[in-house]
């Protein structure tokens, strides 16, 4: 009898929150829910059909907006391309937690692979 892989959505949530500390200041990212992001990709591929990189990095700012709420526009137009990159890198990551329980369900119940 093989054991059956479980993932408990139930644990995933406000737990798994992000904070991004900038200028001293911690801003807590606002849960995007699948139907959120849907929306989010439809607006982006909107404006993206003939977007330049400027046009692009000003929905990514949009998008950043949308996660962290209490960050000035204007703030996440002064980081600079390597700031704006970890911001992004860190946002879309997935918890460590959830990508912890992944690797462990992929070795099994003893651990190998």
Not at 58 to 72: C, H, S
Request: net charge negative.
């Amino acid at each position: 009898m093989s054991n059956p892989q479980i993932l408990n959505l139930d644990d995933v949530s406000a737990e798994d929150e992000k904070v991004l500390r900038l200028d001293g200041v911690e801003h807590k990212a606002v849960e995007m829910t699948v139907e959120g992001y849907i929306e989010r990709v439809k607006r982006a591929r909107s404006a993206n059909i003939e977007a330049s990189d400027v046009d692009k990095i000003a929905e990514t700012i949009e998008f950043l907006r949308d996660v962290y709420p209490t960050v000035g526009e204007d703030r996440f137009r002064k980081l600079s391309l390597a700031q704006l990159t970890k911001v992004i890198d860190f946002t879309i990551s997935a918890p460590k937690d959830i990508a912890d329980a992944v690797v462990k369900n992929q070795a099994g119940p003893e651990g190998n692979a």
